[in-house]
């Protein structure tokens, strides 16, 4: 089906090259008797001086058929699988809680006969489709809701009201992160590629990941034996639902995403009379000051050009006008991509807090609690080369350069904890008239992004785009045959 067609995958720079007869048949000569697959090795050494020249004309030839070929003759029907996405959007699930729609996930998974696991670090999932000799490519999604009181308006909008295990606090739940796209798409690629596996060899690893919004399930998954459930990943692929314009797919190389620091903090003052603040010392002044002070760390001691961010999005102290509070609680979101400039904003934010306290006379230290924790998402350079040269042949002028984003993601760690490259990219939900309204009269800024109780992304073509990204990238990276069976 793929005609004349080669796989080049070097360490940690796969290449894909589809329809060129000649390239081939060179090949053919070089390596007689090497059948359908050729090794990397030996490829790659060949290969390479060409390589640039011969992604250069896949741009712009019509090699991209053979993967739209692919992804149009295996893409199951989607309408099934938006009615899925109905029911996962108005059933969201709380971190660390994600029970039923693990078992959606490992539903679809069994049926289509992978090998499944389930309750990996929590709820989480691992589906493993071994076909054949090949790498192995890992690809990610994340399951969980926040806890938002959905404001969409939508006829599916969740009403979902549940008590988070975590501070057993009852709390409205909404997928307003869009990760009920991302179980629906991964579900609906795992499909197709299990449909059109006479066209690649190796093993997928579909990934079901529970809590990436704690950014502790990642770690989670990784502490209770995934890889001694799973193959180890040469590739990892994940993606994003953002605020693009739908159908229009954001990669790029290097920085992707901010390392992310979660604190939590007390600061230990001496109640009293509200009338006699002299015999106490107030929490929330050094609350206040102390609030105040962190936000000189990214003016003040931060390179200008170098991106920070410091937010206390959370202050709690006291209930009452006539009584000072003994303590005051802080939450307090880092966001960094230099490893030193991060070193540097949580060295200056622990030692801000505790001057602060010495500064006011109180006598117990604060407590600086870490509370979560991920590094930052730098896609892998040659992964990017390749995959954005499958991705522009497929998706032409709806590929876009993606931003580097302020969010954060823990799953790179399910790459770097085996030393494997990774992409992530993003997907847009945005619809396309909002979209193109919102970019006419400049006010793209004001659309409701990700964790927006107005997000709210529209169904189509926006599944359509995540499945065929998903799969695409999926086919990219595992060995192509050079004929179909
Ligand atoms: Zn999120
Ligand atoms: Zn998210």
């Known amino acids: 089906m793929h005609g004349a067609e080669l796989i080049c995958a070097s360490k940690g720079e796969p290449l894909v090259i589809v329809g060129f007869p ?11 008797g090497q059948g359908e697959f ?18 250069r004309l896949q741009l712009s030839s019509s090699s991209d ?46 049926d289509l006969g992978y090998e499944v696991h389930t309750h990996i670090g929590g709820y989480g999932v691992a589906g493993v489709l071994r076909n054949g000799p090949g790498p192995t490519v890992l690809v990610r999604a994340d399951m969980d809701g926040l806890p938002v009181e959905e404001k969409t308006g939508l006829p599916y909008a969740s009403k979902k009201r549940v008590k988070d295990a975590r501070d057993g606090v009852v709390k409205h739940v909404m997928h ?37 919004e704690h950014l502790d399930g990642a770690k989670a998954m990784i502490v209770d034996g995934l890889y001694e459930k799973v193959p180890k990943p040469d590739y990892v692929l994940a993606q994003h639902v953002m605020k ?26 001496k109640g009293g009379h509200g009338s006699a603040p002299h015999v106490c010392i107030d929490p929330v002044l050094i609350g206040a000051s102390i609030v105040t002070r962190l936000q000189s760390i990214v003016s003040r001691e931060v390179t200008p050009g170098q991106l920070a961010v410091v937010t206390c999005g959370s202050i709690h102290a006291g209930n009452a006008a006539n009584i000072i509070p003994d303590h005051l609680d802080l939450q307090l979101s880092i966001r960094t991509y230099n490893p030193i400039i991060r070193e540097r904003v949580l060295a200056a934010v622990h030692r801000i807090i505790e001057a602060e306290c010495d500064a006011a006379g109180t006598v117990e230290k604060p407590v600086i609690k870490t509370v979560s924790s991920a590094p930052a998402t730098v896609n892998d350079e040659g992964m990017v080369k390749i995959l954005r040269a499958t991705f522009c042949s497929y998706f032409k002028e709806d590929l876009v350069e993606a931003e580097p984003a302020t969010a954060s ?33 400049g006010t793209v800024d004001k659309l409701p992004s990700n964790h927006s109780p107005y997000f709210a992304p529209v169904i189509e073509p926006t599944l359509r785009t995540g499945v065929d990204a998903m799969a695409l990238a999926a086919l990219t990276f595992l060995w192509g045959k050079t004929s179909s069976q």
Not at 22 to 32: K, M, Q
Not at 190 to 200: E, F, I, N
């Open 409 to 441: 993601e823990d799953f790179s760690l399910l790459a770097t904890e085996v030393g494997a490259p990774y992409v992530m990219w993003g997907f847009g939900g945005t619809d396309a008239k909002t979209w193109d309204d919102a970019v006419a009269k």
């Open 38 to 55: 050729v090794p990397r090795s030996i490829v790659c050494t060949l290969v390479e001086p060409v390589v640039e020249f011969t992604m």
């Open 65 to 110: 058929m053979a993967y739209g070929e692919i992804l149009n003759k295996y893409r199951p029907d989607l309408r099934p699988f938006e009615d899925v996405y109905r029911r996962l959007h108005s059933s969201p699930e709380l971190s660390g809680q994600e029970e039923q729609t693990a078992a959606v996930a490992a539903e679809f998974l069994t």
């Open 176 to 212: 307003a992160c869009g990760h009920d796209t991302h179980v629906t798409t991964l579900a609906a690629a795992a499909t197709l590629l299990h449909s059109a596996r006479s066209h690649w060899s190796g093993t997928l690893v579909c990934i079901f990941q529970p809590a990436e």
């Open 22 to 32: 000649s390239i081939a048949v060179v090949i053919a000569i070089i390596l007689p």
């Open 244 to 269: 693009m314009r739908t159908g229009s797919v954001g990669i790029r190389a290097g920085p992707m995403l901010t390392a992310s620091d979660a604190l939590d903090v007390r600061i230990f003052g």
